[in-house]
């Protein structure tokens, strides 16, 4: 069972003072860091951020119980709300340093409900009569006021990625209004009604914010709606409702998540996945919005896998030596005391722990039998790459090897992923000098995610493996690698000559000649240089690879010495003289970089064979078999009488 755990608490939580009578705990969403309130902070406030590095501890005045407590970005200042009429500030830059002084909402008989930093200087105070956007002057203890706007407020939310602030109004409360802050700016956005299942009589809120969440998937701020239903023949229970809020235009219901049951819910976002939490069955789901069930204007999802508990976790005891041999204590998974936050966040406060929340893909690949829709899955995960590369070779190898359909689907969507990083890249450089001489701002590089499996990838982890697998049957070898280059063709890739290589190399292995000879006439096999090179190695297994070889350099308009060069390269010296030969060169070619090649193959009669070719070459010439200074072969004269004698060079000859 625990290879079908795909969700997991983080191995290295955050750890801090466990809620208690002294001890009061706070979350700060935009930050993510835990404050650790004793006393009213008398006998010390601890902030634990995301990582260990940033610790912030710290003593202030006991002046009454704190509601709510948050750093501004950088921890420069700290504002802490005591009661609901005014927001105290503490300075923390270095110049500055503990500098107090407080503001009080400006609205006359509003109650401030809280407070959100969105700027390291810039905080809006919600109160149940509206906003207030405020500037912070930290070197004069006091702050401006920006703008304000009055409206009736039940509750407010804050997505700290978007600086987008969210206000439930009206009597039901579900009448929600955006704000958008940006560098000292406060823009509204149009207001939108989220739909009841059913409204009291008389009218009284309807909507809470436990079922309300602003999240960011796939780029897009939604805001999620957790709608109970009572389970019913027609109805078959709770459904989550994603609205898409745009930063211009109207809020749209977008997304249905079924989740089939009822009870208590907690909701995540991990790598774009929706997670939702069921307390009575310890169970999650996974939903992913870019797995369309239907097509249309709402679409609707089921759960992407079975749903499955979080992987167990265990608490790892803390204490004096002798203490943490003991057996760490298995956590309570799903507890009634777990706080869940945006976006992956999962906080214990009687445990002292927050754990971010993540999938596991490995388990996903036993589950998810469909693997065209496994790979669309897979493709949009964060760390993917490894786990596609094994899917592939086990589609190839196996008891789950798959068959060439299924294999090709694969191939396509990796392909697909592939070409549009291949044309984002190319297109890049375009976009930034077309911006540049417009005055536009800069274009952000491609970024190459893990999803961009590209040929070196399936060659190296992938097909070059499968080639070599004595158990597979090598038509089915063969029809895999056509299979990915005919997918690389049909997205218009320039497949790479080592792909071919491992073609004609896998038909060398079996003895399909018939097959290579076929393959390159109809140009299947695209000519390259390096294909020519590797035709010309086979001459002595399959003689007419050398003359095929000459015809595909000849059709890659290669120029003729560039082909020597080649091959001398690869030791093919024999096969260079009998091409030079053959376009009818071999009156213009260097006699001493053939004779660097012979030498270095170390063969003596090759050697011998060369030199000789060069002797009668001079003699037919020049009507003397010696080499000329200019030829610079004096190195390989000495060599020659040395391996074979004086006597062995050739003498002149009367014309």
Not at 46 to 56: F, L
Not at 251 to 274: P, R, S, W
Not at 297 to 319: C, D, E, F
Not at 412 to 421: G, R, S
Request: contains cysteine; proline residues 4%.
């Amino acid at each position: 069972m625990s290879e079908e755990h795909y969700l997991e608490l983080c191995g290295n939580p955050v750890q801090f003072e466990n809620a208690s009578s002294v001890n009061n705990v706070f979350f700060d969403e935009a930050n993510k860091q835990v404050f650790a309130v004793r006393s009213g902070g008398a006998t010390g406030v601890v902030v634990k951020g995301p990582d260990d590095k940033s610790t912030v501890a710290f003593r202030m005045d006991d002046k009454g119980e704190v509601k709510c407590i948050k750093f501004s970005f950088g921890n420069k200042i700290l504002a802490v709300q005591r009661t609901s009429k005014s927001v105290e500030f503490i300075n923390f830059i270095p110049d500055l340093l503990h500098l107090e002084y407080s503001q009080e909402c400006k609205t006359k008989n509003a109650s401030i409900l809280g407070f959100c930093w969105t700027n390291w200087n810039e905080i809006v105070f919600i109160t149940d009569q509206g906003i207030e956007f405020y500037q912070v002057l930290p070197d004069k203890r006091s702050l401006k006021l920006q703008k304000s706007q009055s409206i009736n407020v039940n509750w407010y939310m804050y997505c700290p990625v978007t600086s987008v602030i969210l206000l439930s109004t009206t009597v039901l409360g579900n009448v929600l209004q955006p704000f958008f802050f940006r560098s000292g700016t406060m823009s509204k956005i149009s207001k939108f009604e989220i739909e009841l299942p059913g409204v009291s009589k008389p009218a009284k809120l309807s909507l809470s914010e436990r079922d309300i969440a602003m999240v960011t998937i796939y780029g897009q701020l939604y805001v999620r709606y957790l709608k109970h239903h009572s389970r019913t023949l027609n109805n078959p229970g709770a459904e989550v409702i994603l609205y898409h809020l745009p930063r211009d235009g109207t809020c749209k219901k977008m997304h249905v998540l079924k989740l089939n049951t009822t009870g208590k819910f907690a909701l995540n976002v991990v790598d774009n996945l929706v997670v939702v939490h069921h307390q009575s069955s310890q169970t999650s789901m996974i939903f992913d919005i870019k797995l369309r069930d239907t097509e249309g204007t709402l679409n609707i999802h089921q759960p992407v896998l079975p749903a499955r508990s979080i992987h167990p976790y265990k608490i790892p005891l803390t204490g004096p030596a002798a203490v943490t041999t003991a057996t760490p204590v298995p956590c309570e998974l799903y507890s009634s005391t777990w706080s869940v936050f945006q976006p992956d966040i999962i906080i214990s406060a009687s445990e002292g722990y927050l754990w971010y929340l993540q999938v596991k893909l490995q388990p996903v690949v036993n589950l998810m039998k469909d693997k065209g829709k496994l790979m669309d899955f897979l493709l949009q995960r964060r760390d993917c790459k490894m786990v596609i590369v094994s899917v592939c070779f086990q589609l190839l190898n196996g008891s789950d090897k798959g068959n060439l359909s299924v294999i090709a689907t694969v191939f396509d969507k990796l392909n697909q992923v592939y070409k549009e990083y291949l044309e984002a890249e190319q297109s890049y450089p375009v976009a930034v000098e077309t911006g540049q001489s417009r005055g536009n701002p800069a274009q952000k590089r491609p970024v190459r995610t893990q999803a961009v499996i590209d040929q070196s990838d399936m060659y190296t982890h992938v097909l070059s493996v499968f080639t070599e697998k004595k158990d597979v049957s090598h038509k089915f070898i063969i029809a895999v690698l056509m299979e990915y280059i005919r997918s690389l063709n049909q997205f218009q890739i320039t497949v790479q000559h080592y792909l071919y290589e491992l073609v004609l190399k896998t038909l060398v292995h079996h003895n399909l000649f018939y097959m290579l000879h076929q393959f390159l006439q109809y140009h299947v096999l695209s000519d390259s240089k390096p294909l020519a090179c590797l035709l010309l190695s086979l001459e002595s297994t399959y003689p007419p690879a050398h003359q095929l070889s000459l015809d595909m350099l000849k059709r890659l308009s290669t120029a003729n010495d560039e082909i020597v060069e080649v091959l001398l390269s690869k030791q093919q010296v024999l096969g260079a003289r009998r091409f030079i030969r053959g376009v009818g060169g071999h009156d213009n070619i260097s006699a001493r970089k053939f004779l660097d090649a012979a030498k270095q193959t170390r063969e003596e009669m090759l050697f011998y064979t060369i030199f000789r070719f060069f002797e009668q070459r001079n003699q037919r010439l020049r009507g003397s078999p010696h080499f000329t200074p200019g030829e610079h072969c004096e190195e390989h004269v000495a060599y020659f009488k040395q391996v074979f004698g004086e006597q062995a060079l050739m003498k002149p000859t009367a014309s």
